[in-house]
């Protein structure tokens, strides 16, 4: 994106510029009344490619790349228990290690049981006896779970049934939203994409494993009493009424997706994408309660 800004701006300065080429008045009253624009596209290009240096220098650290991967592993269904056992010993800054545990425990649906006390014990004899809270606190929120040898992982159905994992992202035409990670898509985002299709059929039965309950309503004005609208029912799926009430122009409608608590960076990046492709029916809005990250989340424990 910013070798094709650059380019563009390169032409425009080149077109104009170019003594071979006679200009009249009106080339040249056009080109003094985008200066302006010119300068301001120019500052925004120079601010982004200062912003991509400072992240590319952070993300070619070996310590952020062993720990993408090893988050990357997890999602993939890999149980990293020595890897989580090493970096405590080693005295990772806690929360990193907490982030690693949470996500090993809900996507492996536990912390296997002869690691679970093993991890526990080695947090707190190495952080401190007051992160028994935090892991308390993370247990009870159901973060941090121990898992019995007959249990199963709802994350590993949801991961195959939603193509959460994606392997042949393009990075020169990206095509789908897990571009944002370089693979993996997040499972709100994928929510979202589902609901354009309608819940029914393959669908309707992987939501069984996520906790709660789905209520697919259509909402109508005046408003119906909730009862009523979940016999009713939804008589076609989002992307099919974005197709029938399109706007002038086919100006797209307006999707409100809400979080209930907090939103991730990730999650914005990867709506953001689906909104700027042509072939989503909508035009998103995001609300949540705040912004988070996995150490934030985490620092709230604390408290």
Same mark, same amino acid.
């Given at each position: 994106?910013?070798?094709?800004?650059?380019?563009?701006?390169?032409?425009?300065?080149?077109?104009?510029?170019?003594?071979?080429?006679?200009?009249? !008045?009106?080339?040249?009253?056009?080109?003094?009344?985008?200066?302006?624009?010119?300068?301001?596209?120019? +500052?925004?290009?120079?601010?982004?490619?200062?912003?991509?240096?400072?992240?590319?220098?952070?993300?070619?650290?070996?310590?952020?790349? !062993?720990?993408?991967?090893?988050?990357?592993?997890?999602?993939?269904?890999?149980?990293?228990?020595?890897?989580?056992?090493?970096?405590?010993?080693?005295?990772?800054?806690?929360?990193?290690?907490? +982030?690693?545990?949470?996500?090993?425990?809900?996507?492996?649906?536990?912390?296997?049981?002869?690691?679970?006390?093993?991890?526990?014990?080695?947090?707190?004899?190495?952080?401190?006896?007051?992160?028994?809270?935090?892991?308390?606190?993370?247990?009870?929120?159901?973060?941090?779970?121990?898992?019995?040898?007959?249990?199963?992982?709802?994350?590993?159905?949801? +991961?195959?049934?939603?193509?959460?994992?994606? &392997?042949?992202?393009?990075?020169?035409?990206?095509?789908?939203?897990?571009?944002?990670?370089?693979?993996? &898509?997040?499972?709100?985002?994928?929510?979202?994409?589902?609901?354009?299709?309608?819940?029914?059929?393959?669908?309707?039965?992987?939501?069984?494993?996520?906790?709660?309950? !789905?209520?697919?309503?259509?909402?109508?004005?005046?408003?119906?009493?909730?009862?009523? &609208?979940?016999?009713?029912?939804?008589?076609?799926?989002?992307?099919?009424?974005?197709?029938?009430?399109?706007?002038? /122009?086919? +100006?797209?409608?307006?999707?409100?997706?809400?979080?209930?608590?907090?939103?991730?960076?990730?999650?914005?990046?990867?709506?953001?994408?689906?909104?700027?492709?042509?072939?989503?029916?909508?035009?998103?809005?995001?609300?949540?309660?705040?912004?988070?990250?996995?150490?934030?989340?985490?620092? /709230?424990?604390?408290?």
């Amino acid at each position: 994106y910013l070798q094709t800004k650059a380019k563009t701006l390169q032409e425009s300065h080149s077109n104009f510029t170019d003594r071979e080429k006679t200009k009249d !008045l009106a080339e040249i009253h056009q080109f003094v009344k985008n200066i302006p624009a010119f300068n301001q596209s120019l +500052r925004a290009l120079s601010n982004h490619i200062h912003l991509a240096e400072e992240i590319k220098t952070h993300t070619e650290e070996s310590s952020f790349r !062993l720990q993408w991967q090893t988050e990357r592993s997890m999602l993939e269904g890999e149980s990293c228990y020595d890897l989580l056992e090493e970096w405590i010993s080693c005295q990772y800054p806690v929360y990193q290690v907490l +982030r690693l545990l949470c996500l090993q425990s809900m996507t492996g649906g536990g912390i296997k049981s002869s690691k679970f006390d093993v991890l526990r014990v080695a947090v707190v004899q190495t952080y401190g006896f007051e992160y028994l809270l935090v892991l308390n606190r993370l247990e009870k929120v159901g973060m941090l779970k121990r898992r019995d040898w007959m249990d199963t992982s709802p994350f590993s159905t949801l +991961r195959k049934q939603m193509f959460l994992i994606n &392997a042949d992202v393009n990075p020169t035409e990206p095509d789908d939203a897990s571009y944002v990670s370089s693979g993996y &898509a997040p499972l709100s985002v994928r929510l979202v994409q589902g609901a354009m299709k309608g819940w029914k059929g393959p669908n309707l039965e992987v939501l069984k494993e996520l906790p709660g309950r !789905l209520v697919d309503v259509r909402q109508t004005s005046p408003p119906e009493d909730f009862a009523t &609208a979940v016999k009713k029912g939804v008589p076609q799926s989002l992307g099919a009424w974005a197709e029938a009430f399109k706007g002038p /122009n086919n +100006r797209k409608p307006v999707l409100l997706v809400v979080w209930v608590g907090p939103i991730t960076f990730m999650e914005i990046a990867a709506l953001r994408f689906l909104n700027q492709r042509a072939s989503f029916p909508y035009h998103i809005m995001m609300c949540a309660t705040k912004i988070a990250n996995g150490a934030t989340l985490l620092q /709230n424990m604390t408290k």
